[in-house]
């Protein structure tokens, strides 16, 4: 299973989006806070149309929270970032990986880019372009990873 970890999402709109995306690929969507919303909120579960009752979701307090319970092995944590030097094709994707998004203003935080550099990944862009919509990364990422893995062959 590929895991979906959004670091302190602001925008509900594309928190749905996504969790839509995880119910599509039967992937596991994990909420890191604090949250720039509700989980209950309208715009959410909008987004995620009539999906949202079908997505593993699980939320966390914090970032170490997350890891007490899903330990850091290198090998299987994907951090992905516009400051990063790496192409996500370059990305050597197992079954069960952990794709990391940050905040939509902010993405993940340097100290942690700097901590994981050699598992931190970009996608490839135009430079006038500042960035891409959080929920078109994680679109991309998730994409790729199922490719690699052969994971999509179950969802046909």
Known sequence: MIHIVLIEPQIPQNTGNIGRLCVATQSMLHLIKPLGFRTTQKDLKRAGLDYWQHLEVR????????????????????????????????????????????REDAGIDEEILRAFASQAYRLPM????????????????????????????SLC
Do not use: M
């Open 59 to 102: 939320e966390w307090e914090n970032l170490t929270h997350f890891w007490e319970s899903h330990p850091i092995e290198r090998k299987a944590h994907f951090f992905f970032s516009t400051k990063a030097r790496q192409i996500h094709y370059d990305a050597q994707f197992q079954s069960e990986s952990y794709l990391y998004f940050g």
């Open 126 to 153: 135009a430079p006038i372009a500042r960035s891409l919509n959080l929920a078109t990364c994680v679109g991309a990422a998730l994409y790729e990873a199922l490719r690699q893995t052969r994971g999509f062959e």
